[in-house]
């Protein structure tokens, strides 16, 4: 049985009510078929708007038989609150919190077969006591017992049709990014991006590009030496090791037509080098999917965008895309797990 896919409510203040209906009126026709899970109620104003039936479900199980015909909702984790577009409550974090929860569960029981978390608003989280960074970091401890037999994450991963850019560091001031590059760091990152390459998108023999940190990927130590110290030897190890990985190239070069189609993944050493040419390239489209985990999670590349929150105008693009790659990667896991 094609088992469904759960996604979390994410902020419902946000965009994240309108992009998931948007997303089942492209995708109710497919095999696709997701659940939401939260609380119903914002959902249904959405669906109100545009003129499209919800359904309310007690068992995920039944999404298939709805799916077609109507969008099925867990309605489970209540809000403390009516959450009002554009106004985010902290008051209403426990809810938003304990759908990720219920929605990890699913996966881990094996009744839906991959997670895609709606944007969530980590200011508002953490008002209300969040001590993760944000919802990388919280799957994998969500996860952390579970048994995982590849290199084990988490790495992020951002995506588009062409290009894939994972991340060794992440959220981190531009300032203390150099002091948290380290050999074994970057190691960490490649042999994750390596093996998922290869379990979870069907790549036999994954080609990876390091990012240089500095202009000019450092001109041999002239504009800075993280290069010769730290990436280019990690680089050297990775390849002894059997994977093929570049040294570090210079960023403003690395991301070319020609570069892009040799190179299955790039390895960029702080946030914006990685984001900024999969946002200028599919601003849309883009994914965020995290490596490494003994779950399939995927996101949406956008925040909550409480700007446009019900004006009718945000775009579902990005959730669709990741719905599709989450699909893709559990296809992929459970061929080679020989299920």
């Not at 609150?81 to 996966?107: F, T, Y």
């Not at 894939?164 to 042999?191: E, F, G």
């Not at 892009?260 to 883009?286: T, V």
Request: proline share 7%.
């Amino acid at each position: 049985m094609n088992k469904p896919i759960i996604v979390s409510m994410g902020e419902p203040s946000g965009i994240a009510p309108e992009i998931a209906i948007k997303a089942w009126q492209i995708l109710h026709a497919t095999e696709h078929h997701f659940a939401i899970i939260g609380d119903a109620e914002p959902f249904l104003r959405a669906a109100d708007a545009a003129n499209i039936e919800i359904r309310i479900i007690a068992d995920i199980a039944e999404t298939a038989h709805y799916f077609p015909n109507a969008l099925p909702i867990l309605h489970t984790a209540k809000l403390n609150e009516k959450a009002i577009l554009g106004r985010p409550s902290p008051k209403n974090a426990p809810a938003i919190i304990e759908a990720i929860k219920q929605a990890i569960g699913l996966v881990k029981e094996g009744n839906a077969k991959a997670l895609v978390t709606l944007p969530i608003a980590k200011s508002v989280l953490y008002e209300a006591g969040f001590e993760f960074a944000g919802h990388t970091e919280f799957v994998a401890h969500e996860v952390r017992t579970m048994p995982f037999h590849h290199a084990r994450g988490p790495v992020m991963m951002l995506g588009i049709d062409g290009l894939k850019v994972a991340l060794v560091t992440i959220h981190a001031p531009i300032s203390v990014v150099p002091s948290l590059l380290t050999i074994d760091k970057i190691m960490d990152v490649v042999r994750v991006v390596n093996s998922s390459l290869k379990n979870d998108f069907g790549i036999p023999n994954p080609r990876i590009a390091l990012l240089g940190l500095n202009p000019h990927a450092g001109e041999n130590g002239a504009i800075g030496r993280e290069e010769m110290e730290i990436i280019n030897p990690a680089a050297q190890l990775l390849r002894e090791g059997g994977i093929d990985c570049s040294d570090a190239l210079p960023a403003d070069s690395a991301f070319s037509p020609h570069s892009r189609a040799h190179n299955d993944c790039f390895i960029a050493m702080y946030h914006d080098q990685g984001l900024i040419p999969i946002k200028a390239l599919d601003f849309w489209g883009g994914v965020n999917v995290t490596l490494g985990l003994p779950i399939v999670r995927t996101s949406p590349d956008h925040g909550t965008e409480f700007d446009i929150a019900g004006k009718n105008i945000a775009k579902p693009d990005s959730l669709i895309a990741a719905i599709k790659m989450a699909a893709d990667i559990a296809d992929n896991r459970a061929k080679n797990n020989g299920k």
